[in-house]
Nanobody, 124 residues
Framework: QVQLVESGGGLVQAGGSLRLSCAASGRRILSINSMDWHRQAPGKQRELVASITDDGRTNYADSVKGRFTISRDSAKNMVYLQMNSLKPEDSAAYYC?????????????????WGQGTQVTVSS
């Protein structure tokens, strides 16, 4: 089994910054092809915020380009989301997601995995 645990959410004023972290653990992980952050606000669908592959290619939602930066530490199986210039509309539960997980003596796992989420609230 693979677990994803997020941290770093909280309450911040508009214009402020937060840094989210996500740690993947379990099942003798060798590598993770893609790690990304999604968010879901009340009454809205979950949306992709940013993604990063194991070779460093990144992708961002238009709404966060220039404000958010995704990065990863593949040796530690961690992914980060630096969020700057936060806006009230960024308020949501943020979820870490991972897929293409290779494990020792087990090949690539067929499933993708989600964390439990961390709440980000931006006050105006």
């Amino acid at each position: 089994q693979v677990q994803l645990v997020e941290s770093g959410g909280g309450l911040v004023q508009a214009g402020g910054s937060l840094r989210l972290s996500c740690a993947a653990s379990g099942r003798r992980i060798l590598s993770i092809n893609s790690m990304d952050w999604h968010r879901q606000a009340p009454g809205k669908q979950r949306e992709l915020v940013a993604s990063i592959t194991d070779d460093g290619r990144t992708n961002y939602a238009d709404s966060v380009k220039g404000r958010f930066t995704i990065s990863r530490d593949s040796a530690k199986n961690m992914v980060y989301l630096q969020m700057n210039s936060l806006k009230p509309e960024d308020s949501a539960a943020y979820y870490c997601h991972a897929e293409g997980i290779r494990i020792r003596f087990g090949g690539t796992l067929p499933n993708d995995y989600w964390g439990q989420g961390t709440q980000v609230t931006v006050s105006s």
